[in-house]
């Protein structure tokens, strides 16, 4: 059951950046703490968890690939989650989905492709 929407993917030049949104008002008033974040899946491999963030901001992680390129942010008052992506490359290619879970704060495994209970259902980004 999708409650989450995710816009701002796209095409893109191996290089260049795009951001994405993603809209949490349906599940998250704000009054309760999440674990929020974003997980790919390119054709034919399993879901891979990319981002991480906390409500408060306290707590985030990212998988390896994307350290220093990719950061998540939140905007708690617009009930908002973002994912900057800059440096993209062909293997960034993916379906990008968000994902939110009640939770104090974000824990590495947090990062399992299966960890959100709810999600949004996905924008496509191309590099190439």
């Known amino acids: 059951h999708v409650q989450l929407v995710e816009s701002g993917g796209g095409y893109v030049q191996p290089g260049g950046s795009l951001r994405l949104s993603c809209d949490l008002s349906?599940?998250?008033?704000?009054?309760?703490?999440?674990?929020m974040g974003w997980v790919r899946q390119a054709p034919g491999k399993d879901r891979e968890g990319v981002a991480v963030?906390?409500?408060?901001?306290?707590?985030?992680y990212y998988t390896d690939s994307v350290k220093d390129r990719f950061t998540s942010s939140r905007d708690n008052g617009k009930n908002t989650l973002y994912l900057q992506m800059n440096n993209l490359k062909p293997e960034d290619t993916a379906m990008y989905y968000c994902?939110?879970?009640?939770?104090?704060?974000?824990?590495?495994?947090?990062?399992?492709?299966?960890?959100?209970?709810?999600w949004g259902q996905g924008t496509q980004v191309t590099v190439s």
């Open positions: 349906k599940y998250f008033s704000g009054r309760f703490k999440a674990c």
């Open positions: 994902g939110a879970r009640i939770a104090a704060s974000c824990a590495a495994d947090a990062l399992r492709g299966d960890y959100f209970t709810v």
């Open positions: 963030i906390s409500t408060s901001g306290g707590s985030s």
